[in-house]
């Protein structure tokens, strides 16, 4: 209920907002003024008006980002003879730059202040010292995130540590001098993201390694100066390094160097000025005048140091004649920057450290996040020809900048798409040239608030992602767009009667461009409200949304560009729209607009629409008789919640009229056809319209070119995978099952012949021991017998003798005697009945113990040949699972050949298109039904290994159980042992 008042509240708002006329607003009607004005409003913006501000996450690195660059900032003009500006500075950075370029140089006179200009190039000079000023004045105007020099430097250490000075001085706390704590400088480690850097400016310069620049610190702290003098270089000499210079093919030689490991006038920006007795202190004013304030009236003779000493003249304007150029570009040489630096600039550089690049697989290697390379277009294009895949991933990692080649004397720019395509974070252009080159890069940075930062797509992020620009197919995760554009009208193109045409052109990966291909009719003698009307201009398949842009473009019947804009795919709405034109160098113009109907639509393959409306909406083409089941089902729930019982009621037979058969063979907008559909998901349940969404899975990555061909993969694939279900299940291995085994039993009788022998022998042991036992008492009772008697006859002689009354004593004394053999007796009896109550208890023992091993390794036996045919028997299991697996991939192989030629040969068949259309079907089917088959072959793969993963989880379980019962038994035959060994213990004697 609040959302519907918002959204009446919203439309009234909006017809208030469009409509001035009262009556209309009585009447909650927009008037055709309101409908007027609402066409021409931000409302009716051709892109969405939150991308304009920031919107993108900027708590990536650096290296996620591309980053609107400068090249050779300084120039307003050409690369020869042309003229350097602080200014240029100040325009760039308002405009959203955010990587400039310097190149410094020795200066001239007592100041001896670094200068900018490009060196040896008849190109005027500017103080380095009012650009950083410019640069700290305008640097976080536009934005507030960080702005990277690119340093080139040429200048002599004493120079250097002016820069670093000024840098230090003027910049303040906006120069970040040392590293972040939460991001140390260590290899492994991501470089720190936009808003960890806000406010932050960056130097990019060549480096002294890290011990080198130590020791030349602290000497120089120390006042030791002449320790880092010119003569000890700060880092190797290579004649092919390369600090962010511009034609590496250029780079010394070994006679341009000379003892002190510096070229010659390497320091001299101007070596062409030579200064002797013939020049007049007037000239020599004027030539400072020229370079230092960019102003001279008069013309200036500069000799050129050459064999011939030639000289040129040049102008007032500062520019050259065309042989005169021709002679300047023949003697030119281009001077790489110094590496020999001082310690304290060096000590500047921090997350921007320029490397020579060696290979893709080094710097992998070495894993330094804040390492980087410049080349130039023609080395970054050789290494997009060959290893575009390497340079994506390298871009993942670190930064990498692209520069104009040398060649370019007019300032020219090369088209920064296929190098964004790539990845490449800095793309430098030639600001002063307003060329269609820098319109791209103007239109592209306008988004995310024109900060200067743009999020690059997750795919080109990632790691664990493989990205190739010149693949035609879709990327995955990613839905490749339908476009079009229909040009209805313009409006104030002109207050001339001329004749006026659009262009619409569109730039991405070499598969989305198409360039002057789509031109509407000239509509003459009408710049102010020309109507073109012409058919729409189609972009069928957009592989890559988010690095495509549109260009619209219209142009005077002469050839002569009127206005231009340049739209994001990503952000562009769909609809009727006024688009507002800017000129060549993308500043807003306040009339010129142009009328366009802009659809946006997901990319269905040929042959797949009707299987997409279906997906889109299934409940419309739902058959009736699915319908009356459903409904019927529904009926029956409501009965049975008003508490009517499903016994009550009877079943009605339905009788089918023809009204109601012909009605059911009508229904329906598309022909039925037989087509098995893999499971919806809420990727696959896109519409078709609206702004085109880079998460989502492509509809295209599971069709095929035509609609039979897909029905039948589909139906053979889902067919496949539930007979590979239903074939996988195998019985389980259970130890009852093995121990019915031959070998099983045949090791239990064995294990039960063994007992039985070891029974008997233990039954003689103690038959044995018992007759020895009985022997040697016989014997104690016999002697003791045998005692006894000869006392008593001895006693019976006596009497028999002497007489009763006169043995009285005798007789006392042989019952004594008696008596103490019968206690000598008892004690003896007891003390042979301990020991051999002791010697049976052990033998007792010995048998149970040995009873108790014998039965133990039994059981071990039996538990090792169960596991042994568990093993075996999971072995077997797993060998029929493989084959079956090889026969369903083989017939997959099988049937996926079968579906291309039969689709193949189905495209053939069409003579109705032409043949390049039909290679153009052909090619798009075979590369949907590529990658369709890859995606089979790889859910087959994974149906595969998630078998056998069970199968090994199954098993291993089994193998867990069987170990678990066979532990159980022997515990439980300890316990036996422990019982029967507590039992058999023998009673004290007392």
């Known amino acids: 209920m609040l959302k519907c008042q918002i959204e009446i509240d919203n439309?009234?708002?909006?017809?208030?907002?469009?409509?001035?006329?009262?009556?209309?607003?009585?009447?909650?009607?927009?008037?055709?003024?309101?409908?007027?004005?609402?066409?021409?409003?931000?409302?009716?913006?051709?892109?969405?008006?939150?991308?304009?501000?920031?919107?993108?996450?900027?708590?990536q690195p650096l290296a996620h980002y591309y980053i609107n660059s400068s090249h050779n900032t300084y120039l307003t003009g050409r690369q020869f003879g042309g003229?350097?500006?602080?200014?240029?500075?100040?325009?760039?950075?308002?405009?959203?730059?955010?990587?400039?370029?310097?190149?410094?140089?020795?200066?001239?006179?007592?100041?001896?202040?670094?200068?900018?200009?490009?060196?040896?190039?008849?190109?005027?000079?500017?103080?380095?010292?009012?650009?950083?000023?410019?640069?700290?004045?305008?640097?976080?105007?536009?934005?507030?995130?960080?702005?990277?020099?690119?340093?080139?430097?040429?200048?002599?250490?004493?120079?250097?540590?002016?820069i670093a000075k000024y840098c230090e001085e003027i910049l303040g706390q906006l120069l970040l001098t040392k590293q972040l704590d939460e991001v140390p400088l260590q290899p492994g480690v991501q470089l720190p993201c936009p808003n960890q850097l806000k406010r932050k400016i960056l130097i990019k310069n060549k480096r002294l390694k890290f011990d080198v620049e130590k020791r030349q610190l602290e000497l120089f702290l120390k006042g030791q100066q002449e320790s880092i003098s010119e003569e000890e270089p700060g880092i190797e000499l290579n004649t092919a390094v390369v600090v962010d210079a511009e034609?590496?093919?250029?780079?010394?030689?070994?006679?341009?160097?000379?003892?002190?490991?510096?070229?010659?006038?390497?320091?001299?920006?101007?070596?062409?000025?030579?200064?002797?007795?013939?020049?007049?202190?007037?000239?020599?004013?004027?030539?400072?005048?020229?370079?230092?304030?960019?102003?001279?009236?008069?013309?200036?003779?500069?000799?050129?140091?050459?064999?011939?000493?030639?000289?040129?003249?040049?102008?007032?304007?500062?520019?050259?004649?065309?042989?005169?150029?021709?002679?300047?570009?023949?003697?030119?040489?281009?001077?790489?920057?110094?590496?020999?630096?001082?310690?304290?600039?060096s000590s500047y550089v921090n997350y921007a450290q320029p490397v020579k690049f060696q290979s893709f697989e080094i710097a992998e290697d070495r894993n330094i996040f804040y390492h980087m390379s410049s080349f130039n277009e023609s080395t970054a294009l050789g290494l997009i020809r060959s290893n575009?895949?390497?340079?994506?991933h390298y871009n993942k990692r670190q930064m990498s900048r692209i520069y104009p080649r040398g060649g370019r004397v007019e300032s020219s720019n090369f088209m920064p798409q296929i190098f964004w395509n790539a990845g490449c974070q800095m793309v430098a252009l030639n600001w002063q040239t307003a060329d269609l080159a820098m319109q791209l890069n103007q239109g592209k940075f306008e988004y995310n608030g024109g900060c200067g930062y743009l999020l690059k797509p997750e795919f080109m992020r990632r790691d664990d992602r493989t990205f190739d620009p010149f693949s035609e197919s879709p990327v995955d995760g990613v839905i490749a767009a339908h476009c079009s554009v229909q040009v209805v009208s313009g409006q104030f193109l002109s207050d001339k009667k001329i004749g006026t045409y659009v262009e619409v052109d569109m730039y991405g990966l070499p598969t989305d461009t198409i360039r002057r291909e789509y031109k509407t009719k000239v509509v003459p003698n009408n710049g102010l409200n020309p109507i073109y009307n012409q058919e729409p201009f189609l972009f069928r398949k957009v592989v890559l949304p988010d690095l495509a842009v549109l260009r619209i473009a219209v142009y005077e019947e002469t050839g002569k560009l009127i206005g231009q804009r340049i739209l994001p795919l990503d952000g562009l709405k769909a609809g009727y729209r006024h688009i507002s034109l800017r000129t060549e160098g993308n500043f807003p113009l306040s009339l010129p607009t142009v009328f366009c109907k802009i659809v946006l639509k997901t990319y269905v393959p040929d042959g797949l629409e009707d299987i997409v409306f279906r997906l889109a909406d299934p409940i419309k083409f739902i058959s009736e008789d699915e319908k009356q089941k459903v409904e019927a089902e529904k009926r029956a729930k409501q009965m049975r919640e008003m508490g009517i019982d499903e016994n009550d009621i009877s079943?009605?037979?339905?009788?089918?009229?023809?009204?109601?058969?012909?009605?059911?063979?009508?229904?329906?907008?598309?022909?039925?056809?037989?087509?098995?559909?893999?499971?919806?998901?809420h990727n696959n349940a896109k519409t078709m319209s609206g702004p085109v969404s880079p998460s989502a899975?492509?509809?295209?990555?599971?069709?095929?070119?035509?609609?039979?061909?897909?029905?039948?993969?589909?139906?053979?694939?889902a067919s496949k995978k539930d007979n590979l279900t239903k074939d996988c299940k195998f019985d389980p291995i259970a130890g009852e099952i093995l121990k019915s085994d031959k070998s099983y039993l045949t090791l239990l009788k064995k294990q039960q012949?063994?007992?039985?022998?070891?029974?008997?022998?233990?039954?003689?042991?103690r038959a044995a021991m018992q007759r020895s036992h009985c022997s040697m008492m016989d014997r104690m009772v016999v002697g003791h017998d045998k005692e006894k008697s000869m006392q008593e006859k001895s006693l019976e002689k006596a009497i028999k003798k002497k007489g009763e009354d006169n043995c009285n004593d005798l007789k006392i004394i042989t019952e004594k005697e008696i008596q103490q053999i019968v206690n000598s007796h008892k004690a003896k009896v007891k003390q042979l009945v301990i020991e051999q109550t002791n010697e049976w208890s052990l033998m007792v023992s010995s048998h149970i113990t040995d009873e108790h091993e014998t039965r133990k390794n039994h059981i071990i036996q039996q538990c090792e040949l169960l596991g042994k045919m568990m093993t075996e028997?999971?072995?077997?299991?797993?060998?029929?699972?493989?084959?079956?697996?090889?026969?369903?991939?083989?017939?997959?192989?099988?049937?996926?050949?079968?579906?291309?030629?039969?689709?193949?040969?189905?495209?053939r068949k069409d003579k109705i298109i032409n043949k390049s259309e039909r290679d153009r079907k052909v090619r798009e089917v075979l590369e949907s039904n590529t990658k369709r088959f890859v995606d089979e072959r790889r859910r087959q793969a994974t149906t595969f290994e998630k078998q056998q993963q069970d199968l090994v989880k199954i098993h291993t379980k089994q193998l867990t159980d069987l170990t678990n019962e066979n532990q159980k038994e022997i515990v439980m035959a300890e316990q036996v042992f422990n019982e029967v060994k507590t039992s058999t213990r023998p009673e004290s004697v007392c």
């Open 247 to 345: 034609l590496t093919e250029n780079a010394f030689t070994e006679n341009d160097i000379n003892d002190n490991g510096v070229g010659r006038e390497d320091n001299d920006a101007h070596p062409e000025v030579k200064i002797d007795v013939s020049v007049s202190v007037d000239v020599v004013n004027q030539q400072s005048n020229y370079h230092n304030n960019n102003c001279t009236n008069d013309n200036i003779t500069l000799p050129i140091t050459n064999h011939n000493q030639s000289k040129v003249k040049i102008s007032d304007k500062g520019s050259l004649t065309a042989d005169e150029e021709a002679q300047l570009m023949q003697k030119y040489k281009y001077t790489s920057a110094t590496t020999n630096i001082h310690p304290v600039l």
């Open 753 to 765: 012949k063994e007992l039985e022998s070891l029974k008997k022998k233990q039954i003689k042991e």
């Open 388 to 392: 575009v895949v390497d340079l994506v």
């Open 873 to 907: 028997a999971q072995s077997n299991q797993i060998k029929e699972l493989k084959t079956k697996q090889d026969r369903e991939s083989k017939e997959l192989r099988g049937q996926q050949t079968k579906q291309s030629i039969d689709a193949k040969q189905e495209i």
């Open 697 to 717: 899975n492509s509809i295209s990555s599971f069709g095929a070119g035509t609609a039979p061909s897909l029905a039948l993969g589909l139906s053979y694939s």
């Open 11 to 59: 439309h009234f708002h909006f017809i208030i907002t469009m409509t001035f006329n009262y009556l209309m607003l009585i009447s909650e009607w927009l008037s055709l003024d309101g409908f007027c004005r609402y066409l021409m409003s931000d409302e009716n913006a051709p892109v969405f008006l939150d991308r304009l501000e920031i919107c993108q996450d900027l708590d």
């Open 83 to 162: 003229k350097s500006s602080v200014e240029m500075y100040r325009q760039v950075l308002l405009a959203g730059c955010r990587c400039i370029e310097l190149d410094c140089w020795d200066g001239r006179g007592e100041d001896a202040e670094p200068i900018i200009t490009h060196g040896k190039a008849m190109c005027s000079d500017i103080l380095l010292k009012d650009v950083i000023y410019a640069i700290r004045d305008t640097a976080f105007v536009t934005s507030h995130y960080p702005v990277i020099l690119s340093f080139e430097n040429h200048c002599s250490k004493s120079q250097q540590y002016k």
């Open 651 to 681: 079943d009605v037979p339905v009788l089918v009229t023809k009204k109601s058969s012909s009605r059911k063979s009508t229904k329906g907008k598309f022909p039925q056809r037989s087509v098995s559909l893999p499971p919806r998901s």
